[in-house]
């Protein structure tokens, strides 16, 4: 039971049906104002959850000092994408965990890897989850940046249609639609397909969209089989696919390949990639005491997250409106987040930075980043 593929007016019904709002809608104020909650305590709950075991002696003592950081005399600007990398930073947000270092914290949501590189150039937050390669890249090329730490350890999926399809070799010769070109879903594919002896341009047919949620449509109205998406953007196609009404229209789809655990299997390492993590960025970056506040709320948030992922799925999908509060609490259970220190994770940064030296130096400024780079 189907719908042509290829209709436009379907497309647009099913479009108008598979997401409560346009992708990326970002008010203009682009803020996301702190509610003046204090932030919940944590501390005994995070080594629980091996969240804290990376963070090195120096951050803990930082954090159990009575000296405090002077409070600015403007918003703390917070930015990330639609993506799990992101929960800790709407929670610090919301729950005013920085309350008294600033009058205001505010989340603010970038859309793509263009706009990100445009805001840490040009200092539009001070804190910024990103890509750990971007990160890398920026600091080479000059940005003033330090990496706090790595927090996601793989969040990206090969959604099919085809349950069978559960390597990256059994895509041969398939169209795979592809978020982000030149960005980390494309790099890390092309990275493990070329280790797994296949050239990524002729032995794939790639299909480049902007972003996940323009894979998602594809894949819902029939127009694509596969998809490389990251988490929430693979729970969400997944639940939308099998709702009503759009179920009438979309096909039956499945996680194919977890590309952390690809990673582990055709390198030969453990399934986790140093894939995301928090950066200073602009002139906050210099002040240790303030830096280290803000690592230790990241930690608390991303702890909590974890413990409460259906009130986690609420809070984020209040602020990031393209995102839905189950697709949020699915991701959290899917994706790999756990903190570690910047310092602590640089052998597993350096690893994934020469695999990228190796082939594509300018993904990360043609250089390993210097001891500068690490906070």
Known sequence: ?????????????????????????????????????????????????????????????????????????????????????????VHMADSGALADLAPETRFQLWQNPDQLRAWAVRDGADFMAMPSNVAANLYNQGVPLSLLNVSTWGMLWLVTRDESR?????????????????????????????????????????????????????????????????????????????????????????????????????????????QAGIAAVGPLRTDARLVDRVRWAHADSLAWCLAHPRECGELVARHIPMLTPEAVADSIAQARERVVDAREARPELDYFFNCLLDGQPALVGGRLPDDGFYA
């Open 1 to 89: 039971m189907g719908v042509p593929a290829d209709n436009p007016q379907d497309s647009f019904r099913l479009s108008r049906m598979a997401f409560r709002t346009p992708p990326f809608p970002v008010p203009s104020s682009g803020g996301l104002p702190a509610q003046g909650v204090r932030r919940r305590a944590l501390l005994g709950l995070a080594p629980a959850l091996g969240l804290l075991s990376a963070v090195p002696a120096r951050a803990r003592a930082a954090g159990m000092s009575d000296a405090s950081p002077a409070p600015l005399g403007r918003p703390l600007v917070l930015s990330g994408p639609p993506a799990t990398v992101s929960y800790p930073l």
């Open 166 to 274: 559960r390597t990256l070799a059994d895509f041969r010769g398939q169209e795979i639609a592809m978020p982000f070109r030149a960005d980390m879903p494309d790099i890390l594919f092309g990275l493990l397909a070329t280790r797994l002896g296949l050239d990524p341009k002729r032995d794939f047919s790639l299909r480049y969209v902007p972003t996940p949620f323009d894979a998602i449509q594809l894949l819902l109205t029939r127009r694509a089989d596969h998809a490389l998406l990251p988490e929430p953007a693979v729970s969400m196609v997944l639940r939308k696919s099998e709702s009503f009404p759009v179920s009438v229209v979309a096909p039956t789809l499945y996680r194919g390949v977890d590309l952390s655990q690809a990673w582990g299997d055709i390198l030969g390492r453990e399934p986790r990639i140093p």
